[in-house]
């Protein structure tokens, strides 16, 4: 395990540290988080790429949620720095960062499930411009509201589901509609968190091929257990474990690392 937690050298992964080549979408140095004498974020220093997919996994209770609030701004850091498109947003505020162009999904669905499909975007659009609900009577004459979400819908293929309520789709319909309000705000990085929990293998692979889809050209940071859909969906993954980073990698290094199996995935993944 010590071995493991510093460069990953032997494993072919790395320690998230690019060459220069491609430019930094997020940084994170020595980040770390304390609840009273507990420490849950233990120096995480990693580098996202811009326009990458990268897999946040390991354990319950390795952190990962707890990165995610860091990042996103639910949580500050108790030290080191967060940079975002080389901008610090470490303890700004989760609207803040938004505005910045870095937005999160949550692990719970994050819907209006008395508001329709069509509403719930439309809401997300608005907010995204701007704009207070408090104008809802006149959004109906704004054809621009209204095609732009019209868009994000077809997008994720629920065009035919506009008129229904949010609450009674499926749930993997609700996180295609969860996705469809996060790229409302046009994002460049986005956060998803268990964006598999709960669905049968069918729905996981609906659902992984159109994160796949609507993310293209964008970056991506995603927390997911299901270890088939990390594999095939991650450009680079991070292991995280006591709420350090063990190892980063290509998915091929990922599975050959002895102490990512040794920690993580056992001999599952590795069969």
């Known amino acids: 395990m010590t071995s493991g937690m510093t460069s ?15 430019a930094a979408m997020l940084t994170l140095s020595g980040l770390r988080k304390s609840f009273g004498a507990t420490e849950i974020i233990r120096g995480v220093d990693l580098e996202i790429h811009a326009g990458e997919r990268h897999a946040v996994i390991g354990p319950n209770g390795a952190g990962k949620s707890t990165l995610f ?6 949580l500050a850091p108790s030290a080191g720095a967060i940079r975002f ?22 692990q719970i669905t994050n819907i209006f499930p008395k508001l329709t499909t069509f509403e719930n975007v439309r809401l997300a ?4 411009r701007g704009m207070q609900y408090t104008f809802w009577k006149f959004i109906d004459r704004d054809k621009r509201i209204h095609a732009e979400t019209g868009r994000l819908l077809d997008l994720v293929r629920l065009g035919p589901k506009a008129g229904t309520l949010a609450g009674e789709m499926a749930y993997s319909e609700q ?19 268990e964006p598999m929990a709960g669905m049968s293998h069918e729905e996981t692979a609906y659902t992984a091929q159109l994160i796949r ?17 990390v594999f095939a969906l991650s450009d680079r993954i991070s292991v995280l474990v006591y709420g350090q980073v063990i190892a980063t990698g290509t998915p091929q290094a990922i599975r050959a690392d002895a102490n990512v199996r040794e920690a993580y995935l056992g001999d599952e993944v590795s069969a």
């Open 8 to 22: 990953g050298e032997n494993s072919g992964t790395t320690s998230g540290q690019t060459s220069g080549k491609t």
């Open 69 to 74: 609030h860091l990042i996103s701004g639910q």
């Open 85 to 106: 498109e080389d901008r610090d947003i470490g303890g700004r505020s989760p609207q803040a960062i938004n505005r910045m162009g870095l937005t999160r999904s949550f």
């Open 125 to 128: 659009v608005m907010r995204a």
């Open 175 to 193: 996180r295609s509609l969860e996705i469809a309000m996060t790229l409302a705000s046009d994002p460049r990085l986005i956060l998803l968190d």
């Open 213 to 229: 889809e609507t993310t293209a050209g964008r970056t991506l940071m995603i927390v997911e257990h299901d270890m088939d859909v």
